[in-house]
């Protein structure tokens, strides 16, 4: 399934690249699936996205938990702990 | 819009005018304003980049916003968010609640912004004589958007 993926702030930096629009297996279902697909790519990727790293990320603008589904044509970003105010 | 996002800086004054205007059921403004400041974690801060999550940020201002009405008895809420550059001194966040009595007022205002710190999709980029660097999360603004959780029933 075709999904979109955004990198912001602070991992935008450590990965490279602001975003992309991703082809995925059908069976990467889940935000941690999804996380563990972009882990595997390795070197930046691996170290941006281990586990034990603070990481936020919204599925359609909303905040999403590993579990949440990950759906066709969906917005799924990642991103550090928030800074505002 | 109860909530904006802009690059500008922003008239506290004239957006409190603005928020009670023709309205004299009002007898509470309470209001925040967020500055940047010259040091964080003791280094010089002389410049700062803030930057946000586009579409994101509102809905999730507009959340805030939501549930602060529902929470409590008041009657406008504001928030007025700057991204872009900024220097020590410069505003950067607004919160106005407007309502009949100051109790409710100053709860929301204070939820509001203990909400934003920990919920809206902002990020801050700090120049220091030693380089640029993300500006980490604190614990602390975790801690404060806790107490505004309900309390968890102890009954198993």
Redesign the interface.
Known sequence: MKIKV?Y???LREQLGKSGEDLEIPPATSTVAGLRALLMARGGAWQAALAQGK?LRV?VN???AQPATAVRPGDEI?F??????? | MPVRIQTKDFDAGAEMAALRRDNPKIGAVASFIGLCRDTNEGDVVTKMTLEHYPGMTERALEKIVAEAKARWDVMEVLVVHRVGEMKPADQIVLVVVTGAHRGEAFAACEFVMDYLKTRAPFWKKEETPQGARWVEARASDDEAAQRWEPPKSSAA
Request: glycine share 12%; proline share 12%; aromatic share 6%.
């Open positions: 955004l912001l702030a602070s603070a919204a603008q909303e905040m970003a991103f550090p702990p928030v800074t505002g105010g």
